[in-house]
T-cell receptor, first 115, second 114 residues
């Protein structure tokens, strides 16, 4: 396993369009996280899954955002009716989900540009 | 979650030891201190984590004084490839059924000069 992967790496879209990003976590990692990062800032937490259950959502996750992890493996993050303010790097991370080690391993991110 | 304060930027010459200090005055008893490194256009990468005293791994050392209100990441003999943003995070490691949501600040931008 080579780590967390995210696709696409880059996405350019027009305002008002819908976009979907995919994250494949490290195999057998139970926990999956989505973060958003804008230029010059640290990543901001969006949401978190324990297996297929979405257990926590940030206030940053407006109703235009939806995330799924249908079989407890890969996850998708969809943004509907994109706005220019959605332009950011979207990062996915996974962790083993056992008490001893909760180190989060990040993917390379998907950079979104909304025109 | 405890708030952290770290310098916005630091410069260092190649081959020198770099120490980045982070303040976390409101650290809780169960909180661990974790450092991540981030290169441009990449996700953050875990460097080191500790609770008290000193932790050392193959890439860095982490020094935590007895009161745990601060911590220092030490990078020995930096090279140009260590140019990155370094984030100090504080949080509860034992999350049980809850999340281990990471709260990043702006980090310290380290520039290594040849």
């Amino acid at each position: 396993d080579t780590g967390v992967s995210q696709n696409p790496r880059h996405k350019i879209t027009k305002r008002g369009q819908n976009v979907t990003f995919r994250c494949d976590p490290i195999s057998e990692h139970n926990r999956l996280y989505w973060y958003r990062q804008t230029l010059g800032q640290g990543p901001e937490f969006l949401t978190y899954f324990q297996n297929e259950a979405q257990l926590e959502k940030s206030r940053l996750l407006s109703d235009r955002f939806s995330a799924e992890r249908p079989k407890g493996s890969f996850s998708t993050l969809e943004i509907q009716r994109t706005e220019q303010g959605d332009s950011a790097m979207y990062l996915c991370a996974s962790s083993p989900g056992v008490d001893v080690d909760e180190t989060q391993y990040f993917g390379p991110g998907t950079r979104l540009l909304v025109l | 979650l405890a708030k952290t304060t770290q310098p916005i930027s630091m410069d260092s010459y190649e081959g020198q030891e770099v120490n980045i200090t982070c303040s976390h005055n409101n650290i809780a008893t169960n909180d661990y201190i974790t450092w991540y490194q981030q290169f441009p256009s990449q996700g953050p990468r875990f460097i080191i984590q500790g609770y008290k005293t000193k932790v050392t791994n193959e890439v860095a050392s982490l020094f935590i004084p007895a009161d745990r209100k601060s911590s220092t990441l030490s990078l020995p003999r930096v090279s140009l490839s260590d140019t990155a943003v370094y984030y100090c995070l504080v949080g509860d490691k034992d999350s049980g059924a809850g999340s281990y949501q990471l709260t990043f600040g702006k980090g310290t931008k380290l520039s290594v000069i040849p």
